[in-house]
């Protein structure tokens, strides 16, 4: 038999602790030490957090988020209240300009030249253009096509000002008359009605021109069209001076602008609200010395002669000589200030004072005037004037050919020698050096090389080089008038300080000024220099008369019956302003009338005559006097009472 496994002893289980103290019951018997306690099967009980710390944590935020309300409403109260109050102003009140009313220009008795009148700004909201708005896809383009003919403006133009959506505010054309205004108000008010009567009938009611606005303006008006538009120049699309007066005496004439402030809703003025305005300021009536009858004289005789000698242009000056007012200043070709559309920019500016040209035989006046106030010679010096005279490094000569003149220093003038100015010039110094420092200094006291004092924008002051600088030919030419230039303004004071015994009076044209208030400002007195002695300014004079009345002169057409009249003709190679070579010839004549007793001085050239003849005695003479007769009725000049003196032109040899 197998042997039998050994009996496994049994495990012993502690039986329950007995109570002690008979107080503990077998629940609550604490285990013997070192066994695990058995673990408990009864549920805990949850228990709530305490909610003070979430209660802080949103009274601080709360805190926080009303601290942040105070500083901003602090700021804005207080720190930025003006700011504020200005955002809130200028978004509650709109402000537009009060445009001032500029002045006139008007003539010497107050006629006027240049006014201003009512007009209007057309503009428009082209956001009053969208589809959203119009009820129509082509707004832009129906409207422009009908402004377009209204406003001599291109249609694409126009549709492309009215095609931004974005935009509140366009000007489709500056300073339209009452009359275009009312067009397009008559056509608006037609577009209107037919709106109104195709809602009616359940259509869009689409109203093309329902955005077109006017804005209350002024229009520069030239009341005689083209009468004296080279001195009183125009106005340029934002109203302010574009040339000429207009432009120089563009601040006196613009007056100041004022501004009106009112309150605004939608758009819209509120008319309860009351306004703040600060008025405009008109600007200042400026009265010219121009005598507007005189001027049209002037403007007509050289116009006409102009497109009669096919020329390039041509100019007259008319100046009183004791006050050195400019009574007239004619350019031909001209333009008409009113439609500068129709101008050509070559006729815009004023040529009389920005031409510069070589002035030939009139400027000898200078050179005897010099020769004479320096006792290098008298009006009877016997000159001996040979056909031909070498001299540096050419030979000189006169218009014409002649055998060897015995002249007078009187002569020379009257038959206008170039010889015999350059023979007599060489008295002024024992050298040529000398001679032509004399000269010069002459010729800068008649005022060659200077403005005139008018002030005038773009005027050319001319040329006249330093006399070292003078080269071998212009030693000899600057005494007859060639290789030196001056404007036609400067011309004529040369005659006008002859006329006026001597002394030079700057020219002007402004006589004064006229404010708001009406009160007359005369302008600042010119200022006069002594050029030559009263003598020898009188005996000039004299000699110019023989230029005209001896039968040998070359100004016979310059005659006027009853008055005496001292003058010079001048007949010059003329630069070509696009080439700067020589090219065509300048006619010119100048003088004054009486000569016994000198008032007006009249100055004429005209340039690049290509029909007919070309000297200014045959082409400008008559000019001279025809205007010249017209000036002294005008200012009722008396006749002159006395006979001209006749100086001798020529002596016999041997005398």
Request: include cysteine.
């Amino acid at each position: 038999m197998p042997p039998k496994e050994p009996a496994t002893p049994r495990r012993r289980v502690p039986g329950p602790a007995r109570a002690q103290g008979g107080g503990r019951s077998r629940s609550t018997a604490r285990p013997p030490a070192g066994r695990p306690r058995p673990a408990r099967k009864e549920a805990r009980t949850l228990r709530l957090g305490s909610p003070r710390p979430r209660l802080r944590l949103v009274g601080l935020g709360l805190t926080l988020v009303m601290l942040a309300f105070v500083v901003r409403l602090l700021q804005v109260q207080a720190v930025d209240a003006s700011a504020y109050a200005a955002k809130a102003e200028k978004n509650r009140y709109s402000s537009s300009t009060l445009a001032a009313e500029r002045g006139e220009i008007t003539d010497r008795d107050g006629i006027a030249l240049a006014t201003s009148v009512d007009a209007y700004d057309i503009t428009a909201d082209p956001s009053m253009f969208t589809p959203k708005f119009s009820k129509a896809d082509d707004t832009p383009e129906q409207a422009a096509a009908l402004l377009a003919p209204i406003l001599r403006k291109d249609a694409g133009d126009l549709a492309k000002q009215l095609s931004k959506p974005k935009s509140r505010y366009t000007i489709l054309a500056r300073r339209q008359t009452p009359q275009i205004w009312k067009q397009i108000k008559d056509l608006r008010s037609v577009f209107t009605e037919k709106a109104r009567t195709d809602k009616a009938k359940g259509g869009t009611g689409a109203n093309v021109l329902a955005g077109v606005f006017q804005e209350p303006s002024s229009k520069r008006v030239y009341p005689n069209g083209d009468l004296g538009a080279g001195i009183l120049g125009y106005v340029n699309a934002d109203g302010k001076g574009g040339g000429g007066l207009e432009t120089q005496l563009n601040k006196e004439l613009a007056g100041k602008d004022g501004e009106i402030t009112y309150a605004q809703s939608g758009g819209r003025r509120v008319p309860t609200a009351g306004n703040r305005e600060v008025p405009a300021v008109p600007g200042s009536d400026i009265e010219l010395t121009i005598d507007r009858d005189i001027q049209w004289a002037a403007q007509k005789a050289i116009a006409d002669q102009v497109k009669k000698s096919a020329a390039d242009r041509g100019y007259v000056i008319v100046q009183d000589n004791r006050t050195g007012e400019v009574l007239a200043m004619a350019n031909a070709p001209g333009f008409d200030p009113n439609d500068l559309s129709q101008a050509n920019s070559a006729a815009m500016g004023n040529a009389a004072l920005q031409d510069a040209f070589e002035p030939g035989s009139t400027a000898k006046v200078m050179s005897m005037a010099a020769v004479l106030e320096e006792n290098a010679a008298a009006p009877g010096t016997h000159v001996v004037v040979p056909n031909r005279l070498h001299r540096g490094d050419r030979l000189f000569k006169d218009d014409i050919d002649h055998p060897t003149w015995y002249l007078t220093l009187n002569g020379v003038l009257a038959k206008s020698s170039n010889i015999g100015t350059i023979l007599a010039t060489e008295q002024l110094g024992k050298t040529r050096a000398e001679a032509n420092q004399v000269l010069h200094s002459y010729l800068r006291k008649f005022g060659l090389g200077s403005p005139s004092g008018l002030g005038y924008p773009g005027e050319t002051s001319g040329i006249l080089a330093k006399p070292q600088d003078w080269s071998t030919s212009q030693q000899y030419t600057i005494p007859f008038g060639q290789g030196l230039s001056l404007n036609a303004m400067q011309a004529t004071s040369v005659y006008s300080t002859i006329a006026n015994g001597g002394v030079r009076i700057e020219p002007t044209l402004v006589r004064g000024s006229k404010g708001p208030d009406g009160r007359f400002t005369p302008a600042t007195a010119p200022k006069k220099s002594r050029v030559v002695s009263e003598k020898t300014a009188k005996t000039v004079a004299s000699m110019l008369e023989s230029v005209v009345d001896d039968e040998e002169g070359t100004g016979t057409k310059a005659r006027i019956p009853g008055y005496r009249v001292g003058g010079k003709t001048g007949t010059s190679n003329r630069v070509d302003p696009a080439t700067g070579r020589y090219k065509g010839y300048t006619a010119s004549f100048a003088g004054f009338a009486p000569a016994d007793n000198p008032r007006i001085t009249v100055y004429c050239a005209i340039q690049n005559p290509t029909r007919g003849s070309y000297f200014g005695g045959q082409i400008c003479g008559p000019i001279y006097k025809q205007v010249m007769e017209f000036a002294l009725k005008t200012q009722q000049v008396a006749p002159s009472g006395t006979a001209p003196a006749r100086r001798p032109v020529s002596f016999q040899p041997g005398e």
